[in-house]
């Protein structure tokens, strides 16, 4: 004889769970206690909204559904902020939280909330298991569908009253079967190598779709073949590599970077894997006047800039091999001067030894001492920015940047899953000081784990991003100071370690430390934001010659 929750717990091990995120309450007792005879380990954290940050960090990077779980109510409102996050990611996440009892889920009652109708806006399925049949199905359903293309979240509240029933002794999960993406059908793919043929300067945006569709390889011969440029979005970084000739590096921080010159010019948009709540198409297309050929594994939203020459919906690889086919690679170079661009104005920091540390000088240095496989997280604010402009990414998912919810507070949770995933790699989180303060508790979770990894705050006792958009805005700012904790006292208060950077000099030694510690290290580096008025200013003044 097994229980609701044993049963449901076995289907999640049929799933290939191997990590639960969360904080168990009165309301999982019967769950928690299943989980203990199973190959899943649970980890226990001290916000909920950090373990559901943790769930959508794994499943961003492994493609497969990251489980948080919480109790009712509070537990799961204090989900609510990391599930949403990946559901606007597109981040596989299966959200679990228990339920009072379905006798008492009629009237007012201690802790009840209407679990399904909270998450529902935020999630592509959300449901309550209410009776241990249904389980089976409920538990594939959520799972296929958070996994499905666009990724996302699926939720699933479950009664206490339910998970102690008697499950039905025959009823055992379903068999997992991955979805595919459909084929591309061949006369798309003929009308989008006709418009890339007339095309005179086309132009490629990829986006984290490339990444999830694990096509960034497909796309840089297929690149190399037409020999046309690539631009990425924030959440495409390394789906092709910043050193490769026909990078032009990221585009969104605003539409006269550098590489937006290159859209101004551009007569055809090839956009891949593109997702519009990463970057608003009115924002490089404020004109609607570029043919936009759109290839993904799913349709293009509707939008008054993305109105679409051709839309080749299916494997997108597949999609990529079949219009090089078709169209004569191009000749003549195409990129030069906007790479360039990017690489001087890295070079002219590399040793610039102004205290506090300028923007472009930390993430040269910082670039220095990560290899092309670890993994960068950054968190949400002015740094983001400067991370997602000149941080050279390498390979696909080495520098995860949330930029569809674009919450603060992930970054250290997030560090947390990726050195879960990938224990041998070196894995940094880079954060603002608020971001940091906002799931700073998850240094106990990752020392009690033993996952070492480092975290690296840009220090300015501001909210710099909101100061940033104030002056921009309104040539003034306010109500955006605040004054931080000692962090090196603050991190050795865990047990972990923590140094400060006191001069330029210091970063790279102190970043190889920190790595050769092998432990949480908390590593608090002064910046220097007047950066980022002056950057503001010298791209306002960027004319394209191009
Ligand atoms: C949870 C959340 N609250 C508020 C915001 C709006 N917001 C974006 S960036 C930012 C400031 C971040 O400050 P900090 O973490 O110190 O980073 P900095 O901008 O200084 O690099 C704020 C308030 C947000 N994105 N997410």
């Known amino acids: 004889m097994s229980t609701a929750a044993q049963l449901f717990v076995e289907c999640l091990e049929n799933e290939g769970v191997e990590y639960i995120f969360g904080i168990p309450g009165e309301e999982n007792l019967h769950v928690m206690d299943a989980l203990r005879g199973s190959s899943i380990k649970f980890i226990t954290v001290r916000h909920e909204q950090g373990a559901a940050f943790m769930a959508d960090v794994y499943g961003r990077l492994t493609g ?7 109790t009712l109510g509070p537990g799961a409102t204090n989900l609510i902020t990391g599930f949403a996050d990946a559901n606007m ?49 409920v538990v594939r359903k959520a799972f296929k569908d958070a996994q499905a293309e666009k990724p996302g979240g699926a939720f699933i509240s479950f009664p206490e009253n339910i998970a102690g029933m008697e499950a039905p002794e025959l009823l055992r999960p379903l068999k997992v079967q991955s979805a595919t993406s459909p084929y591309p059908a061949p006369e798309k793919i003929a009308q989008a190598a006709e418009v890339i043929s007339r095309a005179r300067y086309p132009i490629i945006m990829a986006g984290n779709g490339v990444i999830r569709g694990r096509a960034s390889e497909a796309l840089v011969r297929f690149a190399e073949h037409l020999n046309i440029p690539v631009a990425q979005t924030f959440m495409a970084k390394g789906c092709i590599p910043f050193t490769h000739p026909l990078s032009l590096g990221t585009i969104g921080l605003q539409a006269h970077d550098y590489v937006g010159c290159g859209f101004d010019r551009a007569d055809v948009v090839i956009c891949i894997g593109f997702d519009m709540v990463e970057y608003h198409p009115e924002l490089w297309h404020p004109h609607a006047d570029k043919k936009i050929i759109h290839i993904d594994q799913t349709y293009a939203e509707v939008d008054a800039h993305y109105l679409l020459e051709v839309g080749v919906i299916g494997e997108i690889g597949e999609a990529l091999a079949q219009i090089a086919q078709q169209v004569e690679p191009r000749q003549g170079p195409q990129t030069g001067t906007l790479r360039d661009a990017i690489i001087a104005e890295l070079n002219d920091y590399a040793d ?33 920015m400067w991370i997602a402009r000149l941080y050279r990414c390498q390979r696909p998912n080495t520098c995860i940047i949330s930029n569809g919810f674009a919450s603060m507070g992930i970054a250290l949770p997030g560090a947390l899953a990726a050195k879960l995933a990938y224990p041998e790699r070196r894995i940094l989180a880079i954060t603002g000081d608020a971001g940091f303060m906002m799931n700073s508790q998850e240094i106990e979770t990752a020392l009690r784990h033993n996952l ?89 003044e960027l004319v394209c010659t191009i």
């Open 64 to 70: 497969r559904a990251g489980v948080c779980l919480g």
């Open 89 to 137: 990611d597109r981040a596989p996440v299966v959200g679990l939280a228990g339920q009072g009892a379905t006798t008492r889920m009629h009237k007012e009652s201690h802790q009840i909330l209407d679990l399904v109708n909270l998450f529902e806006p935020i999630s592509k399925y959300s449901t309550e298991i209410l009776a241990p049949e249904i389980i089976p199905e």
């Open 352 to 384: 610039d030894d102004g205290f506090p540390i300028k923007p472009q000088r930390i993430l040269h240095d910082t670039r220095s001492v990560m290899g092309d496989d670890d993994i960068l997280l950054s968190d949400v604010g002015a740094h983001k």
């Open 452 to 540: 070492a990894l480092v975290v690296m705050i840009w220090n300015d006792s501001e909210y710099g991003l909101i100061k940033w958009h104030q002056e921009r805005r309104f040539g003034r700012s306010g109500d955006i100071s605040f004054t931080n904790p000692d962090f090196v006292k603050y991190a050795e208060s865990f047990g972990a370690k923590g140094y400060r950077v006191e001069n330029a000099a210091e970063l790279i030694p102190t970043l190889e430390r920190a790595f050769n510690d092998d432990t949480v290290v908390v590593v608090d580096v002064p910046v220097d934001y007047r950066e980022n008025m002056k950057l503001t200013e010298k791209l306002g």
